[in-house]
DNA sequence: CGGACAATTGATCTACCTCAAAATTGGTGG
DNA sequence: CCACCAATTTTGAGGTAGATCAATTGTCCG
């Protein structure tokens, strides 16, 4: 369970390989503010939950934001901590956990280009959890005073966030279902289809593929899985060409027998264009 | 389910007494629009969560609400539904739950009066899961409408109602926390803690003791349990002189040692009024 | 007093865990 | 291009928390 890496020796990883365009990629640290189109992944995903008008895309493109990359590992912000500003990721994986005694993890979410996975401490002062990149990132920090001017200026801009969060809470929602009333092969199913839709919606899958640069630790400690029981579980998975997960790259092989097999139902993610496949 | 309300040895439990003036108790289905002060259970709960100013608080107790007594089991609202009025609990505790195949129950979550259970709906037109009254309730209907109207000429009312559903994930956070990583002692040490501290934050619990009108089932499929182990492990509570759970009431005989046998962290209930004992 | 439901308890079973070691993988330095 | 590293992924073995099945008992109530 190594956590907060960050190490240059984490370099091993690799992710992300051929299905994300490696336009923002790699890179030093601070770069300048909302270049050319940095925040188009947050319109794509907002739009994905809701309709926007000109005028919000507008206020949502003119938001200043302040560019970094972080290495796989690197935590974005801590339990504990009080931000001033949200986090939208631009570019790869983020997730949301918690750390418990004895070592114990639990990933709360996972985060891909266009989340601002913590719009929440808008509203909520004290982070109750912390935040990272699961694979090299780059995200986009808005300050907190941004996004209340706009929530003030665009009262339905700040009803659609309101709504953005209160999806989060639908998969949260729909994960402890998994993880108190699925077993192993179910929960990881039901996964796997959440994250191809999420994906979908944002244009970052097609053809039943899609980038999934996280490790089968992550995957367990998502899942309330060990390690080991995840990886049980996917090698049957692949033996039974449903699915294949290998060097970070997600390939469902039978769709409807994926989604048959964990009872998928998409309404909880709650997209306004029905990505369903 | 019988709920096991007010028999006369049950008088051990002392819940609501007090309390809650016995207006809208018992009687018949659907009675008047908001008389008295049924909407000061609303106004208590989001004190215990923010800071209200007088004008905010009359325009919350001029909402319209239509008050129901619903018996124990009673569906509130149920997946699929699109509500188009919000339901506040005014007495008596209810849940939210979903069901899958193999005759499988979560629930996730309880809720106690003050709460507005689908405030959500506000934003999120279809439900994704079901709402039940889990004893005799008194909830009162507000039609989505006055919320907006509310939340429009409010906007500081609405950042607050945001704030309660993002409390609420919160929430779910902790639970997928417990299912995830907490063995079945400590999940439910750690729910125990977690409704005292709530209901103690408005008003409804003291003395380590308070109402808690639920099955074991209802318990287990909270925790992600069967009701066979739950049922095992109250009884090592009760026999370590921790908790004691009987007749509907909850007592906590060793609040210390409950919290520490659970890490208990209050944080993330977000009070206004730290109410950690 | 009988019925319905909730709480207990006993007995058995198993999905998933822990521990530990071996095999891969992808990146790195020479 | 290759030998080497550190992190992952796999696989084997044995163990257990908690599930399931099946009574039995206790409680509320008409």
Redesign the pocket.
């Known amino acids: 369970m ?1 956590r907060i890496i960050s190490g240059p ?6 992710r992300e390989r051929g299905a994300l365009p490696p336009a923002t990629q790699g890179g030093a640290a601070v770069s300048s503010a909302s270049n050319d189109h940095s925040l188009d992944r947050l319109i794509r995903k907002l739009q994905s939950i809701a309709i926007l008008s000109d005028k919000e895309r507008q206020a949502l493109l003119s938001l200043p934001a302040k560019t970094r990359v972080l290495k796989a590992g690197h935590d974005i912000v801590r339990e504990g901590d009080k931000p001033s500003q949200c986090c939208l990721i631009l570019n790869g994986w983020a997730c949301r956990y918690k750390l418990i005694g004895g070592g114990r993890r639990q990933i709360l979410s996972f985060h891909v280009p266009g989340d601002i996975p913590d719009l929440q401490s808008l509203h909520i002062h004290t982070m109750d959890h912390s935040l990272a990149a699961l694979s090299e990132s780059t995200v986009a920090f808005i300050p907190h005073e941004s996004m209340r001017d706009l929530t003030t200026r665009f009262p339905n801009l700040a009803a659609i966030l309101w709504r953005d969060t209160l999806i989060d809470a639908a998969v949260f929602r729909e994960w402890m279902v998994g993880m108190g009333r699925r ?3 179910e929960r990881i199913a039901h996964l796997f289809c959440e994250l191809y839709l999420k994906l979908q919606a944002v244009g970052l899958a097609q053809s039943y593929r899609c980038s999934l640069p996280i ?3 992550d995957l367990a400690d998502a899942l ?6 995840v ?2 579980v ?2 049957e998975m692949r033996e039974q060409h449903v699915v294949t997960l ?2 970070g790259a997600l390939v469902i092989e039978a769709w409807d027998e994926l989604m048959r097999a964990c009872e998928f139902d998409p309404t909880y993610l709650h997209l306004e264009k029905g990505a369903a496949a």
Chains 1, 2 share one sequence.
């Open positions: 190594a020796e984490t370099g091993a990883d690799g077993d192993a092969f490790t089968q630790v309330g899985l060990s390690n080991v029981h990886n049980r996917l090698k290998r060097g």
